[in-house]
């Protein structure tokens, strides 16, 4: 089964960082676009980031932008997250998920056919 593996998350202080890194198989590499989303228990899983490997485009939720930045490296078919000035709102569980073509406005997850287990990520006050 093609999957993903994320891994970097940890329990940290808020205003504290962490990058997150998500390892993506060949087949979904080229061509397509990976998100980071984030799920707490009970709530829907919301987009967090993306970034586009067809194009080029990107996306960052509004409360995220300025703190998170998302990067690949294309030999290692991986996708970092990298956040800083971590808040306890931003405590989830993250996944990445992977969709051809580009970076949609409003990245929604019944769109993402292909995810990892995700990471967890806690941010204590």
């Known amino acids: 089964e093609v999957q993903f593996v994320e891994s970097g998350g940890g329990a940290v202080q808020a205003g504290e960082s962490l990058t997150l890194s998500c390892a993506a198989p060949?087949?979904?590499?080229?061509?397509?676009?990976i998100s980071w989303f984030r799920q707490i228990p009970g709530k829907e899983r919301e987009a967090v980031a993306c970034?586009?490997?067809?194009?080029?485009?990107?996306y960052f939720k509004d409360s995220v932008k300025g703190r998170f930045t998302i990067s690949s490296a294309d030999a290692e078919h991986t996708v970092y997250l990298q956040m800083s000035s971590l808040k306890p709102e931003d405590t989830a569980r993250y996944y990445c998920?992977?969709?051809?073509?580009?970076?949609?406005?409003?990245?929604?997850?019944?769109?993402?056919?292909?995810w990892g287990r995700g990471t967890q990520v806690t941010v204590s006050s």
């Open positions: 998920a992977a969709i051809r073509g580009y970076c949609s406005p409003y990245p929604m997850a019944y769109e993402y056919a292909h």
């Open positions: 060949r087949s979904l590499w080229d061509g397509y676009a």
């Open positions: 970034t586009s490997n067809y194009d080029g485009s990107t």
